[in-house]
């Protein structure tokens, strides 16, 4: 009987000991988060509005617990609108007309994620570089110019998934964050971009 209960008492252990061990155990080991970004422009001549044209897709993988690397991509389309004024040229000529500013990013590069935790709610905190491809527009009502460039493009980031269904890798992301990018554009008066806005989106 002895013998019995001692064995019983070391199963008892053992189990106990695994099912701890198992719910120490971090959850997936991936993420893929995608969604709608709001982006904000400041710092430069050319556009300084926030706009809702943006989205964004990123993936990585937890190479430790809380540290995870992968990929991003995002895009954002900042306007602004320029009342009737008179432009006068190198050349003599003048022109006055009203028109419109448009600035397009699409940054894309490497994540590096440190999270919090890994149960239901994730919050986390992460840091991207890439590269940014920019254009700009100025539209007038007959004509318009525009030029392109790329540059180096870093961006710290906070948020939080959070996988409210049980068993389930689907849930939802917020995050915040700031960005800059060295693209460059005398012409158009562009001598770096900062950026700022927020992210909506699901996470799998």
Sequence with gaps: MKNILKYISVAAVL????????DAQ??????????????????????????GWGAYAEGGYYFLPRIAAGAFLSYNTNNEYLPRRTYVYDDGAALTTDASNSLFQLPFGATLRYRLG??????YAEAKVGANY??????????????????????PEIGFTWHPFYKSNFGFQFAVYYSYATNRNDTFGINGINNAGFKLGVSF
């Excluded at 189990?15 to 198992?22: D, E, K, N, P, R």
């Excluded at 971090?26 to 706009?51: E, H």
């Excluded at 100025?138 to 540059?151: E, H, I, K, L, V």
């Design 15 to 22: 189990i106990l000991a695994g099912s701890t061990a198992a």
């Design 118 to 123: 890994w149960k239901a709610f994730q919050p």
């Design 134 to 155: 920019t254009r700009e527009y100025t539209y007038f009502p007959t004509a318009a110019a525009g030029d392109s460039q790329w540059g180096f493009y870093v961006s």
């Design 26 to 51: 971090p959850g997936r080991r991936y993420y893929i988060d995608a969604g709608w970004q709001f982006n904000g422009t400041f710092g430069n001549d050319f556009v300084k509005n926030a706009s």
